[in-house]
């Protein structure tokens, strides 16, 4: 019994420590995306601030597993930034192969969409949301032309639609 009262508090914990070492990843790779003067890495790192905001308005309303999320996706858009600096060729990508990657997004959203909101889900539908925010900054991305940070948010992206699904599905089980 006592492992589980302490469960939610060192969760937690843990989260804020992984906000605080977000902010020092967030911090370290600007400097170096700027330094270099690599636009899609610095892209890639105002996206992961973005998803750190989502993250720390979610914890501070008592939402960790909403900010877990959006930790992981920040997580994930700084690791793709990190690439991107440690190469030193730039990889060439097919403007029709990450137009089908958006479409193939836009479709899998709209599915799942559907059902998450017969469920009433409230952590998938919010996790949705950031689902939705994070393929419009793909989309957006696409539109300008910055093919590799596009095809990067369409990966994380169906990442966390995944996660949706998963969760939505879990906790509404009979």
Known sequence: MRAEARGPKA??????????QLGDDLKELDQRAREQGNSDAMDLVALARIAAGRAERASAMGRPRVALQAVLAAQRFLANAETMLSKSSSQDLDRNEVAQKLESLDASVQEVSQTVSASGNEVAQELLRQVTEIRDS??????????????ESVAVAMEMLRTVVKINTSENKP
């Open 11 to 20: 969760f937690e914990s843990r989260l804020d420590d992984e906000l605080v």
């Open 138 to 151: 793909a989309r957006e991305a696409y539109s300008r032309g910055r093919l590799r940070v596009a095809n």
